[in-house]
């Protein structure tokens, strides 16, 4: 059972599209982090959201995480081809400490934007 | 700015042979995390390391294990290597304040 749901996994849209990925899960993260990784290379941190409700914008990248902290949203205004990838969102729980940068990431969503 | 550093990048193994992964994390950072990527699935977490001591553990098999050196690097071994254990490697570094991970490229391991 996967503990953070990721959907879509698949979108292939065109250049000038907008397009929103959805985290989902029933647990209550201490935060949410939203990753690119291209193939064979490394996860890179897009941004870390912690409170809930709260919004981030990285140009055209917004981020959402939900009141409850359960669910996070990234929404991409007037898709590129370069932002073509893998996008993957992984939260963290802390619990007491211990479990710190524990991430558990979700399946991934493969963005091919066409020119 | 300096990033975390993982070596090999590629490496390749026969079945039941031994396999040792080095992480070079971002100068300052305390605390260290390895992570295993099979193909098309998304990172799993393996174990942890904060100030030197193991801080938590994953599904790390038990013919893996770890450790973080007085330098703050550290390597991950690999006993007895299964074909299963192919995957890309990656270590991280983080601050315990901004709970924020750093990735480093990865190494690919290759069992045949």
């Known amino acids: 059972t996967q503990l953070l749901e990721q959907s879509p996994q698949f979108l292939s849209i065109q250049e000038g599209e907008n397009l929103t990925v959805y985290c989902n899960s029933s647990s209550v993260f201490s935060s949410l982090q939203w990753y690119r990784q291209e193939p064979g290379e490394g996860p890179v941190l897009l941004v870390t959201?912690?409170?809930?409700?709260e919004v981030k914008k990285l140009k055209r990248l917004t981020f959402q995480f939900g009141d409850a902290r359960k669910d996070s949203s990234l929404h991409i205004t007037a898709a590129q081809p370069g932002d073509t990838g893998l996008y993957l969102c992984?939260?963290?729980?802390?619990?007491?400490?211990?479990?710190?940068?524990?991430?558990?990431f979700g399946q991934g969503t493969i963005l091919t934007v066409h020119p | 700015a300096a990033g975390v550093i993982q070596s090999p990048r590629h490496l390749i193994k026969e079945k039941r042979e031994t396999a040792t992964l080095k992480c070079y994390p971002i100068?300052?950072?305390?605390?260290v995390y390895w992570y295993q990527q099979g193909p098309g699935q998304d990172p799993q977490f393996l174990i942890s390391f904060y100030e030197k001591m193991q801080s938590d553990k994953g599904s790390i098999p038990d013919r893996f294990s770890a450790q973080q050196f007085s330098d703050y690097h550290s390597e991950l071994n690999m006993s007895s290597l299964e074909l299963g254990d192919s995957a890309l490697y990656f270590c991280a570094s983080g601050d315990a304040n901004t709970g924020e991970l750093f990735f480093g490229e990865g190494s690919r391991l290759t069992v045949l």
């Open positions: 959201v912690v409170t809930g409700g």
């Open positions: 992984a939260g963290e729980v802390r619990d007491g400490g211990t479990s710190y940068g524990k991430l558990t």
């Open positions: 100068p300052r950072h305390d605390t």
